[in-house]
């Protein structure tokens, strides 16, 4: 059976190719090893490409630049370092306090889960774990002992794993100083005061003397008057 399909084979080489079986195995054995060639050189070129996702990746990886002090800045100064800039770092506050949080980028940069709270101060919305744009504020007044309590944790979080790098500049003003730096202004006016006041007194204590001696004279009058009848009688009598 294998004789007669070797028969067979040689036969059909013979009228398709017109070649020898011992030719068209060669021919064939050649055909082969130059495709083994071939692939082995586009693969070779297709090797840069299958690791250049891979380089991509280390440059993402690449170390972070150390945590660059900014002091006291504004709110509206925070706004950018929210990780839209890529020269500048991934900022984020608490409590007035700002951190470098470049290292959690997945979190807070750009697309992240977190990345509504970059370049704010977000206490608000960390202690009620709030997404509203209302929540994105420094104010905590009103919170709950529970909020405050996460808000705490959030805080201890940060403190132990990044760097803090500033604090926000208070923009409402501070009344405080000003009233300490005027008591000699408003002691003025009770000194001034004090003056007028001796004088009233003064002037009181002369008019209580006047009412005084006003009534000493009033009987005087009236007893002058009390007399005059006694003297019109004995003129008359006279």
């Known amino acids: 059976m294998a004789l007669q399909l070797w028969s067979t084979l040689k036969e059909a080489i013979a009228v398709y190719t017109g070649l020898s079986p011992a030719t068209f195995f060669t021919v064939l054995a050649i055909l082969f090893t130059l495709y083994y060639i071939v692939t082995s050189l586009f693969g070779s070129s297709d090797t840069p490409q299958r690791h250049e996702p891979s380089r991509d990746f280390d440059a993402q990886m690449e170390p972070l630049k150390p945590p660059v002090q900014i002091g006291e800045v504004t709110e509206e100064e925070l706004k950018d370092y929210d990780g839209n800039n890529p020269d500048k770092p991934l ?16 979190f807070y940069g750009p697309g992240g889960p977190y990345a509504l709270f970059a370049g704010k101060d977000a206490s608000r919305a960390l202690a009620k774990m709030s997404f509203e744009e209302k929540d994105l504020t420094g104010d905590i007044s009103g919170l709950g002992p529970f909020e405050l ?18 604090t926000i500049k208070q923009t409402v003003p501070i009344t405080e100083p000003e009233a300490t730096g005027e008591p000699s202004e ?5 000194a001034d005061t004090s003056i007028p006041r001796e004088n009233n007194d003064a002037a009181e204590a002369e008019a209580s003397k006047h009412h005084e001696d006003a009534p000493s004279e009033t009987p005087a009058v009236v007893k002058s008057d009390e007399n005059a009848p006694s003297h019109v009688d004995a003129d008359h009598k006279g």
Do not use: C, N, T
Request: charge should be neutral; hydrophobic fraction near 40%; glycine fraction near 8%.
């Open 91 to 106: 900022l984020m506050a608490i409590k007035g306090q700002i951190y470098d949080v470049s290292q959690s980028r997945m």
């Open 149 to 166: 309590e996460a808000l705490q944790d959030w805080e201890y979080k940060f403190m132990g794993k990044y760097v803090k790098v500033g």
């Open 186 to 190: 408003s002691a003025s006016p009770d």
